[in-house]
């Protein structure tokens, strides 16, 4: 999920350079909506292998 929150960044990033505002805004924001599920999932991951007793 990380990857196609880097994707969608260096998607964001090259439409923005070439000027196509409105895909490059969508693009922004998928990267961050899946940014945030990334870390959250991550958070909740920890939690999980904390409670069951396994060290990180």
């Keep these: ?3 196609w929150s880097i994707a ?3 998607l964001a990033v ?3 350079l070439l000027g196509f505002g ?3 805004g969508t693009a922004s924001g998928i ?3 899946l940014f945030f599920v ?3 999932f991550l ?3 920890l939690v999980f292998r904390t409670i ?3 060290g990180v």
């Design 1 to 3: 999920m990380l990857g």
């Design 38 to 40: 990334f870390v959250v």
């Design 22 to 24: 409105g895909i490059a």
């Design 31 to 33: 990267a961050q909506f």
């Design 14 to 16: 090259v439409a923005g």
């Design 52 to 54: 069951r007793g396994r």
């Design 8 to 10: 969608f960044l260096i």
């Design 43 to 45: 958070v909740l991951t």
